[in-house]
């Protein structure tokens, strides 16, 4: 089955301590991305990555790193997080050049830092 | 910078009406546009993707419509149903733009 999966789902953590939230997805996409989704402000994209080792900085990187050393992965990492960083987190993924194909979301992380 | 707008906000309709949600945009030079619906605490599900160079695309009930040269976009929903209920979001890709999405609810 064609799918975008993260890991966790929900996480709970603490100022200060660094956590990753994974991605990956099994369509041989070359473009993969993250979003926040934050009430009243709708979905912001934080990276995108065109290619392996290609990744960009979206609508609102500060306080997020990526990675892209293989193509269905897409891991991101929060290595001070904040309080403003409480959101709805999700990772998507599209085929064609430059992804311009349809998107394909996972079902979301659910971040709250404390 | 491209900005996405959806109207309207919420939308209350009874079982069985045909009903027309609209997203409109700044900059015309998109690559495509996509709409997706949004159950509560979910993921974001697509339902139609429109290329560019394409005016409308179909699938089953649904209908999209595409017009770059006046930044719109609609999304058409044939009788409807209890199921349909959902936020409905349109994406367009120029960099990659969200509108705030429309709160559909259609009652029995």
């Known amino acids: 089955e064609a799918q975008v999966t993260q890991n966790p789902r929900y996480l709970i953590t603490v100022t200060g301590k660094k956590l990753t939230v994974t991605c990956s997805q099994n369509?041989?996409?070359?473009?993969m991305s993250w979003y926040r989704q934050d009430p009243g402000l709708g979905l912001r994209q934080i990276y995108y990555?065109?290619?392996?080792?290609?990744?960009d900085k979206g609508d609102v990187p500060e306080g997020y790193k990526v990675s892209r050393k293989e193509k269905r992965n897409f891991p991101l990492i929060l290595e001070s997080p904040s309080p403003n960083q409480t959101s709805l987190y999700f990772c998507?993924?599209?085929?064609?050049?430059?992804?311009?194909?349809?998107?394909?979301f996972g079902p979301g992380t659910r971040l709250t830092v404390t | 910078k491209q900005e996405v707008t959806q109207i309207p906000a919420a939308l209350s309709v009874p079982e069985g009406e045909n009903l027309v949600l609209n997203c409109s945009f700044t900059?015309?030079?998109?690559?495509?546009l996509q709409w997706f619906r949004q159950d509560p605490g979910k993921g974001l599900t697509s339902l139609l993707l429109?290329?560019?160079?394409?005016r409308e695309q179909t699938s089953g009930r649904l209908n999209a419509s595409l017009d770059k040269s006046s930044g719109r976009s609609t999304l058409y929903i044939a009788a409807s149903q209890p199921g349909d209920s959902a936020t409905y979001l349109c994406?367009?890709?120029?960099?990659?733009?969200f509108g705030a999405g429309t709160r559909l609810t259609v009652k029995p």
């Open positions: 998507a993924s599209s085929g064609g050049r430059g992804g311009s194909y349809e998107q394909y």
């Open positions: 369509m041989n996409h070359e473009y």
């Open positions: 990555s065109m290619n392996v080792e290609v990744t």
């Open positions: 900059d015309s030079a998109i690559y495509n």
């Open positions: 429109i290329q560019s160079s394409q």
């Open positions: 994406a367009v890709k120029s960099g990659m733009r």
